[in-house]
């Protein structure tokens, strides 16, 4: 069973601000992360309780090229993205969305 994806509005906003600044740094990588992304979700959406278990219901999918995890939750029938989070910044900066 694949289950639907939807981003946290803050969420797609962090997802389109990492894609320019990697665009900005080298034409084409900006392309190569939303990619990387994609191939993400598209395991999320297939195996949603794949990645392993952070804090309470939060669960982190690792990107692998990136310096980037996809933090979310699963809703009933949705994988809910609540943070498109860098490793090295700013940790549990996302904790209190829903």
Do not use: N
């Not at 600044?21 to 994609?38: H, I, K, N, S, T």
């Not at 794949?50 to 939750?73: D, H, N, T, W």
């Not at 949705?78 to 969305?97: C, M, N, Q």
């Amino acid at each position: 069973m694949t289950l639907p994806v939807a981003f946290h509005e803050a969420a797609a906003l962090e997802l389109a601000d990492a894609a320019a600044f990697y665009e900005r740094e080298c034409p084409g990588l900006g392309a190569a992360f939303l990619e990387e992304v994609q191939a993400a979700l598209v395991s999320l959406a297939q195996f949603p309780e794949g990645a392993p278990l952070l804090r309470g219901r939060i669960r982190r999918k690792v990107l692998l090229r990136f310096p980037y995890s996809l933090m979310y939750s699963l809703h009933a029938d949705t994988v809910r993205i609540l943070a498109v989070a860098h490793e090295k910044r700013r940790p549990f900066y996302w904790h209190g969305r829903q």
